[in-house]
């Protein structure tokens, strides 16, 4: 197999000759060369896709999955926020360990509530997620070019190139590559899911952001494949397996321009979709059966109507203080709900993770723990007391 994709020569500041990578609109493999591996991971998305129609408690992708995902698809970029430190992070509380590196992985959540469901034109989105991932961070030069395409050569060190280094599309080319990754991305014809396997390729040898692009990239997933149809949530996220798997990813990327080889990424790809799918999957279920058990232990509490409406807002929004219970719900009083809190408290399902007061944190740790990865729940922020895993 030959190498694909051109080399575009750009003068960067100084008279420097670049020698920058242009993808090429890669052709769709042939089917049984992916096959066995789509089949796997449309039936993981699809079931996790139908579970998410029919849980009872509604918003559950954005408010768990999808946070779920910023978290891992920023780990994977050596991010330290934890599920629980996002959590907290998203509280009326705004506490956090690292409060720049929360604010960024929250962004990222941010902006997958502000695009689910619709998708006008790929590329505003990525501009969307972009802004909302640098638009707070502290250097000035990186915050001014939040929501901004690249003006710069983008590289990565790459061994096996004369210069030791890899130049992604230059930004003089830019438009027409993003014009040709939006046609792609957005046509139909073949398997969705492989589709977008090859558009992450393509976006990613792009790198049309200075920076972000992976994260970027690999939120466009679910969004796109939604938006088109392929799913009636935005679940198809792949965070959490590249992650675990970090260098087989970027291997598997830098391959395929090497060989041409688009099948094998393709195949890495898909399979990343299905672990991610797979896990979230066994979440759900678990969610479901705690739900089913706070309803049965709540039962007894007739009159409690705060209680009642806590139990599914809890599920889905496991770290609060009272506060965020009334503006979240949206009804009650604050001694009401500060009542039904502590009728939860007793029953076990909540327990009060910080310092006592008005704007005391609680969590619910059954529902943390199918979320965190073990060994990775934090010990208290500076005041909060929350405990540290237990797994
Ligand atoms: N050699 C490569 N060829 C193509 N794509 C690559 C290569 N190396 C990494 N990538 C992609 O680029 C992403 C990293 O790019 P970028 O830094 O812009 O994104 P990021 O989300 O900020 O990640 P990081 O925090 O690691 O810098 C990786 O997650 C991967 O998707
Ligand atoms: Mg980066």
Request: net charge negative; hydrophobic share 40%.
């Amino acid at each position: 197999m030959q190498a694909f994709g051109t080399y575009e020569a750009f003068e960067a500041e100084g008279g420097r000759i670049l020698s920058c990578y242009r993808p090429p609109v890669p052709a769709m493999p042939v089917i049984d060369e992916v096959w066995e591996v789509l089949e796997r991971a449309r039936h993981a998305v699809e079931s996790l896709d139908r579970a998410l129609m029919g849980f009872p408690v509604s918003g559950v992708v954005g408010k768990l999955f999808a946070r779920l995902d910023a978290v891992h698809s920023s780990g994977a970029e050596g991010a330290t926020t934890t599920f629980t430190d996002l959590l907290e992070f998203q509280t009326s509380l705004q506490r956090a360990r690292d409060p720049e590196d929360a604010q960024a992985v929250a962004g990222s959540a941010d902006a997958f509530d502000e695009l689910q469901g619709k998708m006008p034109d790929p590329r505003e989105a990525v501009l969307s997620i972009h802004r909302r991932l640098f638009e707070a961070v502290r250097d000035p030069y990186a915050a001014a070019q939040a929501g901004q395409w690249k003006t710069h050569v983008n590289a990565t060190l790459d061994a096996e190139t004369a210069t030791g280094f890899f130049y992604y599309t230059a930004p003089a080319t830019l438009q027409d590559s993003l014009a040709e990754w939006k046609d792609f991305t957005m046509a139909e014809g073949g398997p969705e899911l492989v589709r977008q396997a090859l558009s992450h390729w393509m976006f990613e040898h792009i790198h049309p952001v200075g920076d972000g692009n992976g994260r970027v990239g690999r939120l466009l997933v679910p969004l796109v494949v939604h938006a088109k149809g392929a799913t009636t949530t935005a679940c198809c996220f792949l965070g959490e397996a590249v992650h675990g798997n970090k260098e087989i990813y970027i291997e598997a990327l830098k391959r395929a321009r090497r060989t041409g080889d688009i099948a094998a990424w393709a195949r890495v790809f898909l399979s990343l979709v299905e672990q991610t799918a797979a896990r979230n999957l066994m979440r759900l279920e678990r969610l479901g059966q705690l739900h089913d058990r706070w309803r049965q232990a709540t039962k007894s509490l007739r009159g409690h109507s705060a209680v009642h409406d806590l139990v599914p807002w809890v599920l889905t929004k496991p770290a609060f203080t009272v506060r965020d219970a009334l503006a979240g719900l949206g009804k009650g009083t604050y001694t009401s709900l500060n009542t039904a809190v502590r009728s939860l408290a007793e029953l076990g399902i909540v327990e009060a993770a910080g310092a006592a007061g008005r704007d005391r944190l609680f969590i619910a740790p059954e529902v943390i723990d199918l979320f965190e990865s073990p060994g990775l729940r934090h010990g208290p922020t500076a005041s909060s007391g929350m405990r540290p895993s237990r797994g």
